[in-house]
Structure formats: structure tokens, C-alpha cells
């Protein structure tokens, strides 16, 4: 469409792909102003049971179906992944610099998760995930680990800043 000269920025007619533009921008196709769709940000507590993707035929429940569509008419994505076993915090939106910004690597966020133990953890297995542990695809450490409760080692916050999937 660009090459067809169809689209203009400030009135130009642009034919040079890859020509940057800002938010201030008009832009327009076949003389019609291009518009950007509101940015939406959604917060649920994701339940155990419900995978967190918005399309796999074999999963029998995922997060996006947990969504109103009558209240969410926008297509938005989960930000980060929790396991199917999984509950806590997931972010949606369709605002992908921000979905970046929170989940890739290089931005070295941080993370907090509540674990429930079946058993009493053991303080060499406590020294461990703060020295660091062995995974398929690396060494993974926690940067802070306590106990919730002083008198109950079943219940743990740890912080971790690592990309890794499956962590």
C-alpha cells in the first residue's frame, strides 16, 4: 500500500518503506486518518486449571476465556506466563512496548511469588535456591527468600529477576 502510494504522513505522500513517523503524525490511508486503539490494561487473579495462552486446541481451559468479551471487546494478550497449576497475578493488555518492558530479559524485572510447600523446607534445600540451582537450560538463583511465617517453613516469598521459562 505504501509503494501504491496510498498512504500520506502530514499531507506527503509516502512511498519509501520503512519511513519512521511519530505518535503526532497524520497519517492516512486512501485520505482516511489512521487511528491507534485505546490502550487497555486488565488484572485478574488467575485460577489453577486454566492455562495461560489465548489459543491452544488442546487446552481445555485458558485465561482469555475468563474474559467478558461483551466488557473486553479489544483483543488483549497475557503478560508472562504462569503454569497451568498455577494462580496469582496476570496482567492482559494490548499495549506491547509495555508487555515488553515487563517481561523481556534485558529489562531485568523482578518477580515476587508466594510458594506453598507440602512439606517443611529444609534449610541446605533453602541455601541451595539462594546459591543456585540447576536447570534444563541453566543456573537459576533467587535473589531473596524468606519464610512468610517465622514459625511455618512451608510458606515462602521469593523474589527471582531470571527470564527462564518454566521457572
Known amino acids: 500500500l505504501i509503494l501504491a502510494g496510498v498512504v500520506t504522513v502530514n499531507g506527503v505522500v509516502v512511498t519509501e518503506l520503512g519511513t ?9 490511508f486512501n485520505g482516511e ?19 495461560t495462552t489465548t489459543n491452544d486446541p488442546h487446552a481445555d481451559k485458558m485465561v482469555r476465556d475468563l474474559i467478558n468479551p461483551d466488557l473486553c471487546p479489544q483483543r488483549v494478550f497475557p503478560v508472562g506466563r504462569l503454569d497451568k497449576n498455577t494462580t496469582g497475578v496476570l496482567m492482559f493488555t494490548n499495549d506491547g512496548e509495555i508487555a515488553e518492558k515487563l517481561t523481556h530479559p534485558s529489562y531485568d524485572k523482578k518477580k515476587i511469588y508466594q510458594v506453598s510447600l507440602d512439606s517443611k523446607l529444609k534449610q541446605e534445600d533453602y541455601e541451595k535456591i539462594l546459591s543456585g540451582v540447576e536447570l ?5 538463583a533467587a535473589d531473596e527468600l524468606e519464610y512468610i511465617e517465622e514459625d511455618d517453613h512451608r510458606k515462602l ?4 529477576h531470571s527470564g527462564k521459562n518454566r521457572i
Do not use: Q, T, W
Open 136 to 140: 534444563s537450560d541453566g543456573v537459576i
Open 33 to 51: 486518518r489512521l487511528k491507534g486503539e485505546n490502550k487497555v490494561y486488565l488484572v485478574m487473579n488467575k485460577p489453577k486449571g486454566y492455562v
Open 157 to 160: 516469598g521469593i523474589e527471582i
Open 20 to 28: 519512521k513517523v511519530s505518535l503526532n503524525d497524520d497519517i492516512r
